[in-house]
């Protein structure tokens, strides 16, 4: 699978103009607990509190039956999810380095009803200016058992990584990294760069219909971060400008002039 930075990398190699639909649309977009609320965008954590216990198991119930349950020994953290009639599925595991935040979406992310749900761990966080680096994990129930799939990304937010495009009634993942890159008389510098995917029968899938998009890091942005606005990363975009020329194929990788 491509990064975000290698279709920053390609879009420089093709300079056509972008189209402005395209360009334009996802500034109108919303995030889907704003606009579905919380009875259609379930989303909730594990508390901090207690982690520090060896041999703890704390359990989410989940709206669509079953628990999701995080289960500590001496040197890991693993997550189970169980439902009836479903086998015990063993999701992921992390060492007891530092301890992972946890937050878990249902609902309003693939075909109603399909009883998919999303882990989102957070697996470190970095020195200076603590960008935090998570795996997103999608889960969906089928004849053969569970489908998973994951995808890695940076400054998760449930309210504001999960997107509700204008017109649509399920909600897409704006993923999103931070990489440096430069542009024409401006020289380097460090952007934030972003791009949809939708889940489809439990996998996620790059959107070709939207717009990659960058923001430079300037003062400006760095003071909205630190603001800390719920709605990020999706609100930290509002400013940011398609990558000139391209978007994204269906497969994430293939660059197709605009």
């Not at 379930?42 to 669509?64: F, K």
């Not at 990659?212 to 909205?224: A, C, D, I, P, T």
């Amino acid at each position: 699978m491509c990064t975000v930075r290698d279709a920053v990398v390609a879009s420089l190699l093709v300079l056509v103009p972008f189209r402005s639909a395209l360009a334009q649309d996802w500034r109108q977009d919303r995030s889907c607990a704003e606009a579905l609320g919380p009875a259609r965008f379930r989303h909730v954590a594990l508390p901090e509190e207690g982690v520090e216990r060896r041999g703890h198991r704390r359990c989410l119930p989940l709206a669509g039956g079953g628990t999701l349950c995080e289960l500590a020994d001496d040197t890991s953290f693993t997550y189970v999810l169980e439902r009836a009639p479903y086998p015990r599925l063993v999701v992921a595991s992390r060492p007891r380095v530092t301890y992972p935040l946890v937050d878990v979406v249902e609902t309003a992310l693939a075909d109603a009803g399909d009883g998919g749900l999303v882990l989102a761990l957070r697996d470190a966080v970095s020195n200076g200016m603590g960008v935090a680096y998570w795996t997103v994990f999608a889960m969906q129930p089928g004849p053969a058992g569970w489908r998973v799939d994951s995808l890695a990304t940076e400054d998760y937010r449930a309210r504001g990584s999960w997107v509700l495009v204008r017109g649509e009634a399920r909600c897409s993942f704006l993923e999103t990294h931070w990489d440096p890159d430069s542009e024409p008389g401006r020289g380097e510098g460090l952007y934030l760069g972003a791009r949809w995917h939708r889940l489809d029968g439990g996998r996620f899938a790059v959107r070709g219909d939207r717009p990659l998009l960058r923001r430079r890091y300037l003062f400006s942005f760095e003071r909205e971060r630190l603001r800390g606005d719920r709605a990020a990363p999706l609100a930290w975009l509002r400013e940011a400008v398609p990558v000139p020329g391209v978007r994204p194929s269906r497969n994430g990788c293939m660059l197709k002039r605009g």
